[in-house]
């Protein structure tokens, strides 16, 4: 009884098949016929494919089966979901399943059976014939690919950085693992305190301190430690941090403690300065990529909060009397001049300039409100917005120094990632906006029903909140920008990618682009993926903790 219901569903699904539009009909059974001719091909060339048929068959068989008795397992129904959904995705994974064994013998004969590892072997002159990769060129030019031309020196800082790096991550894990379990507050607070130096640590590895004149400017000691007090009263009056004697105390001592040990590690020569311009390879990647996401950050938060701004604007007969006083002003003093040496109709247009004031006034007060914070965070977001990237790394690089002191010279490299860093945080800006909006507008009343401030309410509810529903947005950010840094090789620049170009040119490893563009790859993948499955882990425990 049951095998008369099989076949008639069968014929069943026949006949549903032949009542499809004619041109429908002839294409689904040229992918059929296509599948068939693909898989005696593959079988002819690897008889081990037919191992594969016979599990596609079986496996096609059982899902089919279970959907015709109405009577899943768990096994079926993943494999009508996932694979045999319809007549196509039963062709495609035919289709997939059968390919493996010539794509992983392909991919096995090039990167391992056929290949060479020493680097001995990689000039054209000495390399074997028939060998399809040279894997020795990663070896051969591991200080290029991972340092760029960083003087050999300097190599144990960088390592030490990356030590640093690697234990801090290690010990996190660790001690999440441990406070979900058992709590430990003391543990926590020691890893975030190593966190918080961490940009400070590795300035002085990979950036270094020059010798100074004397072990402590008195001038900038009283300078710095008025200016951490005040910061620190501030927060004290907001409440954001407890006002207590331990507090204050800490606050005075911090920054003349800083200036003293910075003095002194300037002096014993330990970490002498090295030339950013001698930043390359998976180094200065990493640097642009570390150095733009903690510095963007603080000004996207900013940057967001900036453009969602209610504050109270500038009363508009303030506009106008101060807008008529500037285009008077700016008739008085430069259109004269301009008209007279104008040479045709549109330069005589353009000596009117200042009446442009009048509009502008009127589109500040008609869109803003009169509010200069909102309207200042909103022009610099859209502005940068609207620019591509290597522009701003160019306009970087030729204006950044013009607001440095007179008679600094600001290197390339650290006008790229001045330019870096304005780029992301107008993204990140945005990102952090999309999270602040979300947020219900019961949160902010019950910020205010307990009594807190502008600042604690920030702080404490509204930035936490928009954080955590943006982290998938913002990783994918961080994400963008880690590959973004290829393209600093057009400013001059030599990170990854552009050591991987200049080592190709080199006689000793000519013609071996693609094991370093593997291998290029595969940084950039591993890189990717390592931040991506953080993220989803952090997601995972959000949603535990919200259900």
């Keep these: 009884m049951q095998t008369k219901r099989l076949l008639y569903k069968l014929l069943e699904t026949v006949r549903d098949f032949f009542k499809k539009p004619l041109l429908t009909i002839i294409i689904q059974l040229a992918i059929i016929a296509f599948i068939i001719w693909y898989t005696v091909r593959q079988i ?20 089919l089966i279970a959907e015709f008795r109405h009577s899943h397992t768990k096994m079926s129904l993943w494999l009508k979901k996932n694979l045999y959904s319809s007549l ?51 070896p051969g030019a591991w200080k290029l690919l991972a340092t760029g031309t960083l003087e050999p020196v300097h190599l144990p800082r960088v390592w030490i950085a990356f030590f640093w790096m690697m234990i801090l991550a290690i010990l996190t894990y660790i001690t999440l693992r441990i406070v979900q379990k058992k709590k430990n507050p003391t543990l926590r607070k020691t890893i975030t305190s190593l966190w918080l130096i961490t940009p400070l640590v590795l300035f002085v590895l990979l950036v270094g301190i020059a010798k100074p004149a004397q072990l402590v400017d008195i001038a900038s000691l009283i300078k710095g430690t008025m200016v951490v007090v005040g910061l620190a009263l501030i927060m004290m009056w907001q409440k954001v941090i407890p006002l207590s004697i331990k507090n204050i105390i800490i606050a005075i001592l911090i920054w003349p403690v800083f200036s003293v040990l910075w003095g002194f590690l300037g002096q014993s020569g330990l970490f002498p300065p090295i030339n950013p311009e001698k930043w390359g390879g998976l180094l200065l990647t990493t640097i642009i990529t570390i150095f733009a996401s903690v510095i963007s950050f ?129 993204y990140l800006a945005e990102v952090l906006r999309g999270g602040l909006n979300a947020i219900p507008q019961g949160q902010y009343e019950a910020a205010d029903a307990i009594g807190l401030n502008t600042i604690q309410k920030i702080w404490f509810v509204i930035l936490p909140q928009a954080v955590q529903m943006v982290i998938p947005a913002l990783v994918n950010l961080f994400v963008g920008l880690f590959k973004s840094t290829s393209i600093v090789g057009i400013v001059g620049l030599f990170d990854l990618m552009g050591i991987v170009s200049s080592v190709t040119g080199n006689p000793a490893w000519q013609g071996l682009r693609t094991e370093l563009y593997i291998f290029a790859a595969l940084i950039y993948f591993l890189g990717s993926y390592v931040l991506s499955s953080y993220s989803q882990r952090i997601e995972r425990k959000n949603l535990i903790k919200k259900r």
Excluded: H
């Design 44 to 63: 002819a060339a690897f008889p081990l494919s037919i191992l594969i048929l016979l599990l596609w068959i079986v496996t096609v068989l059982y899902s």
């Design 88 to 138: 196509f995705n039963s062709c495609l994974t035919l289709v997939i399943f059968i390919s493996l064994p010539s794509i992983l013998y392909s991919i096995i004969d090039y990167a391992i059976l056929r290949a060479t590892f020493s680097p001995s072997l990689t000039a054209p002159g000495v390399r074997p014939p028939n060998v399809s990769a040279s894997w020795g060129v990663i």
């Design 298 to 426: 603080p000004i996207g938060v900013a940057l967001a909060f900036g453009r969602k701004s209610q504050l109270r604007g500038i009363p508009d007969w303030f506009l106008w009397i101060l807008t008529v006083v500037i285009v008077i002003w700016g008739l008085a003093t430069s259109t004269p001049a301009m008209l007279s040496s104008a040479r045709n109709t549109l330069e005589k247009l353009m000596a009117f300039w200042p009446l442009l004031i009048i509009l502008i006034t009127y589109l500040f007060i008609k869109i803003f409100k009169g509010n200069v914070i909102a309207a200042s965070s909103t022009v610099f977001i859209e502005v940068i917005r609207g620019v591509p990237l290597i522009t701003i790394l160019f306009l970087a690089i030729v204006m950044a120094p013009l607001f440095v002191p007179e008679g600094v010279q600001l290197k390339n490299t650290w006008s790229v990632l001045i330019g870096y860093t304005l780029f992301n945080s107008v």
